[in-house]
């Protein structure tokens, strides 16, 4: 499976970003996939951010960006999405989606930066 996240840049606080993850799939179908999203700060070790499951039913969130950050998929499209609002200084990170099914796979990463 190839993971290309997309969608970071530089936002001032309190705006919005949109990352998406966009998946190639061969041996299983996209909704086969339960997808995270990860992120990883400078100096800090790589924590859970949001979670969704294959049919996009159910989603799990980090206390820290719950009802900040919303992910949704797009299954037709073999992408997931992780919608930012209300970003804080402390979001700043490289984010990563995973997708899990028998084995795990894990994007490149993209950058978000959270300014004052």
């Known amino acids: 499976v190839l993971l290309v996240e997309s969608g970071g840049g530089l936002v001032q606080t309190g705006g919005s970003l949109r990352l998406s993850c966009a998946a190639s799939?061969?041996?299983?179908?996209?909704?086969?996939?339960?997808m995270g999203w990860f992120r990883q700060a400078p100096g800090k070790e790589r924590e859970f951010v949001a979670a969704?499951?294959?049919?996009?039913?159910?989603?799990y969130y980090s206390g820290s960006v719950k009802g900040r950050f919303t992910s949704s998929r797009d299954n037709a499209k073999n992408t997931v999405y992780l919608q930012m609002n209300s970003l804080k200084l402390e979001d700043t990170a490289v984010y990563y989606c995973?997708?899990?099914?028998?084995?795990?796979?894990w994007g490149q990463g993209t950058q978000v930066t959270v300014s004052s």
């Open positions: 995973k997708a899990t099914t028998r084995k795990t796979y």
């Open positions: 969704i499951s294959g049919g996009g039913a159910r989603t």
């Open positions: 799939t061969h041996t299983y179908t996209f909704s086969n996939y339960n």
